[in-house]
């Protein structure tokens, strides 16, 4: 993640596919609002069309003080502005008032090594603010990963031993959502400690080697062994979490499954954010998965996640069963 650009006005541009950085960078800024006026001070516009971007981006700030704006704008790389609308956006950045903090957020699709066009007048304008950019860690830049899980290790209180780092990296992968989430869980297992072993990380973090034996199964219709497994997992993971792994693996299959035909190891590598040798491997291993079959286990989780989040699923780990299994 590269270092952010310091200006002095209140206008910021997270940009990359690491959507996790991006609402971290955007959480730092919310913590100065008003937490009592949060709805009318904290506000996100999703590519608004031009005339309404101008008149967002002239907003005032009521009486509760400071105010988030956040504009969601990927959209505006695919096309161009005119000049003149150009010019009209930087007035209006130009004249931003102090108490209103505006974001322009252009988050890339993961995995699909998409990057946003640096020659664009609007991209131009936008990096000469505060900028950040927040691409995906590749596993295989084991120093780099290691320094964010220590440096979000230590926001939250703990250290890590340098097993500990290699086991979560090798269980978990680049995923910092799923990361972060982890290091919660170990941080209250080591309690009253705050040095987190291999070993913890081994007996408290999802594995995705387990989570393989299981999909194997189930990708081969191998359904009374794969539901076996399932239910082993339940023992000491819940399904929520099972499923957010799960489909981390799945989007990776998928894109492996469909382009090892036409990309390199090292290409399949730059695209799942996995390394060369595991991507090898993993190929080797979903040689007798079908892509179809691939995709439709991700829709049907997906729509199992929804439910579940949503409150409509009556038994989660009958909801996750069902999407696995039908």
């Known amino acids: 993640m590269t270092k952010i650009k310091i200006t002095y006005m209140s206008i910021y541009f997270f940009y990359g596919e ?19 006026f949060l709805e009318m001070s904290f506000k996100t516009y999703d590519n608004p ?8 981006l002239r907003s005032q700030p009521m009486m509760f003080g400071k105010m988030l704006i956040v504009i969601n704008c990927l959209d505006y790389f695919s096309k161009t502005f005119e ?3 150009i010019k009209e956006i930087e007035s209006a950045l130009e004249n ?7 974001v322009f957020v252009a988050q890339l699709p993961r995995n699909e090594g998409k990057k946003l066009d640096s020659r664009k007048k609007f991209f131009k304008l936008l990096k000469k603010y505060n900028s950040l950019e927040c691409p995906l860690i590749p596993t295989y830049k084991t120093a780099e990963l290691e320094g964010w899980i220590i440096k979000q290790g230590k926001s939250k209180g703990i250290k890590l031993d340098k097993n500990a780092l290699t086991a979560i990296i090798s269980q978990i992968g680049n995923n910092l959502r799923q990361i ?3 290091l919660d869980k170990l941080k209250l297992f080591a309690y009253p400690n705050d040095t987190v072993t291999a070993d913890m990380v081994r007996e408290i973090c999802i594995s995705n080697e387990d989570l393989f034996a299981f999909s194997d199964f189930l990708m081969e219709n191998e359904k009374d062994r794969a539901l076996l497994e399932y239910r082993k997992l339940l023992d000491t993971r819940y399904p929520l979490e099972i499923l957010s792994t799960l489909q981390t693996m799945l989007r990776r299959w998928i894109i492996l499954k469909a382009k090892s035909q ?13 390394h060369e040798y595991v991507v090898k491997l993993t190929l080797q291993k979903l040689k007798k998965n079908n892509l179809k079959d691939l995709v439709k286990l991700k829709e049907n989780l997906t729509d199992a996640e929804y439910r579940i989040k949503s409150g409509l699923a009556l038994d989660v780990e009958k909801e996750v069963e069902n999407a696995l299994f039908r």
């Open 180 to 182: 972060d989430g982890e």
């Open 96 to 102: 931003n008032n102090e108490n209103l903090d505006i």
């Open 83 to 85: 000049d003149k609308e």
């Open 49 to 56: 069309k031009f005339p309404d971007l101008i008149s967002i």
């Open 262 to 274: 036409s990309a390199t190891p090292m290409e399949l590598s730059r695209m799942t954010g996995m």
């Open 18 to 36: 690491e959507d996790f950085n991006i609402e971290q960078e955007i959480g730092k800024l919310k913590k100065g609002l008003d937490k009592n």
